[in-house]
């Protein structure tokens, strides 16, 4: 079975490196600025050309409250008016995005992500999805993946109703954990009560599919405490669980500077969560899909990967993967054929971009023939925790022994430690290799050691 994992305590110390999470290959630090708007224009055109379906990414930045270990992109304000002028701006944006692809291309997912979303009042929310409907072929049969993350704090049953009558049919709640002790030290009181209510409106209301976020590795987290939150989790019985190491960068990320590091867990406490969530989610009928997702068997995530067409994209795991994805607003990310491009990151640049009507492209980058074959070697490992080589030489015309004759000896010695089988066919990813996948495919990943490590989270 695909879901199977074995832990080895000795593999996993000796491979948790800080290393990407493959998202994308290149990764998102190797986007640069000499890529701007005429590149997306461009992408934009072929798009059309192709008629190819869409997956759009709206972002919406805004924050009542801070969470400490949060690394989003955001804006804490108490001011619910600051929303109108970005929500101006962000109109524009769809509007100039949209006038440069065709009216039949298909939006088979859309996703709202923040921030919390729901930051947005009714009529703001109404409005949003009546612009992006006027502009994008959006689908009105329910048919197409449409999600948005929730804050249980920001939402009640009228704006769960108000949400699936806009159209969403997916909805991915943040938790992270329920203790009162660790939720005052990382500022996010959020009871069960409050996260149920939520869930039993989506029930009700026939909401697709329910994510719930967890996190592990927070102040004055123990085994003990984080496994009766998951305890708890599994009782509301999500459809998928992301289960998040939290990587603790307060040079990086400031609301984590007002996180006590001698809080955090030791790592080998932060492992024995880990160890002991898997359990309690393998015992509950809930499957690995890899990086920290797990989904029940009827999930289409885990239908996907049992039949090899799983993909993963800046949304994460995905069955979209063919689309092309727009992101939307401050710092959003698109992925147009072989463009990746960013928004601005800076909320007040974006708004006086689109202010002067143009676009807010501010960095990317163009794969080239060496990215897209390790693109697609690190897609089908990271997806399907194997590899065919034929079908990568047949895809992309070269011989794979001899494409990747140095990385052999790296291979083979990962072989050697029991992650992997390799044969001349190809790569098996072993139980005991599930966990550290992301260790596998940065041996593929020809920019790693240009980079800084300490930009990325560990792998566990």
């Known amino acids: 079975m695909l879901d199977a994992i074995r832990w080895d305590t000795d593999l996993i110390r000796r491979y948790d490196l800080a290393g990407p999470r493959y998202t994308s290959y290149p990764t998102a630090v190797q986007f640069h600025s000499q890529v701007g708007t005429f590149d997306l224009l461009h992408a934009l055109r072929e798009s059309r050309k192709a008629l190819r379906p869409l997956s ?3 972002h919406v930045p805004f924050c009542a409250n801070i969470c400490y270990y949060c690394a989003c992109n955001k804006v804490i304000t108490k001011d619910r008016g600051r929303a109108l002028p970005y929500l101006q701006r962000l109109e524009q944006e769809i509007q100039l995005i949209a006038c440069h692809l065709d009216p039949g291309q298909k939006v088979e997912q859309l996703h709202f992500g923040g921030g919390t979303p729901t930051f947005l009042s009714h009529d703001e929310l109404r409005q949003l999805m009546s612009h992006l409907r006027q502009h994008f072929n959006l689908l009105d049969d329910d048919s197409g993946d449409y999600g948005i993350e929730i804050d249980p704090r920001e939402a009640d049953w009228s704006t769960m109703g108000l949400l699936r009558e806009l159209g969403f049919n997916r909805v991915s709640i943040g938790l992270q954990d329920l203790d009162p002790a660790v939720q005052r030290a990382v500022n996010r009181l959020q009871s069960l009560e409050e996260t149920r209510a939520v869930i039993e409106a989506a029930r009700t209301l026939q909401f697709r599919s329910i994510n719930i976020d967890l996190i592990y590795g927070l102040p004055k987290q123990t085994p003990d405490n984080f496994a009766r939150t998951v305890e708890e989790v599994i009782n509301l019985q999500p459809d998928r669980l992301s289960v998040f190491n939290y990587a603790h960068l307060p040079e990086r990320f400031m609301p984590q500077r007002r996180i006590n590091s001698h809080e955090l867990p030791e790592p080998a406490e ?3 969560m880990l160890q002991r969530t898997i359990e309690q989610l393998t015992a509950a009928g809930y499957r690995y899909i890899g990086m920290d997702h797990f989904a029940l068997p009827d999930d289409e995530l885990a239908i996907a990967q049992e039949e090899s067409t799983l993909q993963r994209n800046f949304q994460g795991y995905t069955t979209h993967g063919h689309c092309d994805l727009i992101g939307l607003g401050v710092s959003a990310i698109s992925q147009i054929g072989d463009l990746y491009c960013q928004n601005s ?6 708004q006086n971009l689109l202010g002067g009507a143009q676009l807010a492209t501010s960095r990317g980058l163009v794969c080239n023939q060496d990215d897209r074959v390790r693109r697609a070697v690190i ?24 494409y990747f004759d140095d990385l052999w000896p790296q291979l083979q010695a990962i072989a050697e430690d029991g992650l992997i089988t390799l044969s001349n066919e190809g790569i098996e990813v072993l139980p005991a290799g ?3 996948v992301r260790s596998v495919c940065m041996v593929f990943d020809t920019y790693l050691e240009q980079q ?3 930009r990325f989270s560990r792998v566990i």
């Open 345 to 350: 990151s800076d909320l007040t640049q974006y």
């Open 379 to 402: 897609q089908q490992l990271i997806c399907n925790f194997s590899l065919d080589f034929e079908a990568i030489e047949q895809q992309f015309n070269i011989d794979f022994r001899g």
């Open 452 to 454: 800084n490590r300490q």
């Open 434 to 436: 599930r966990l550290l």
């Open 270 to 272: 932060k492992l024995q």
């Open 56 to 58: 759009l990414y709206v």
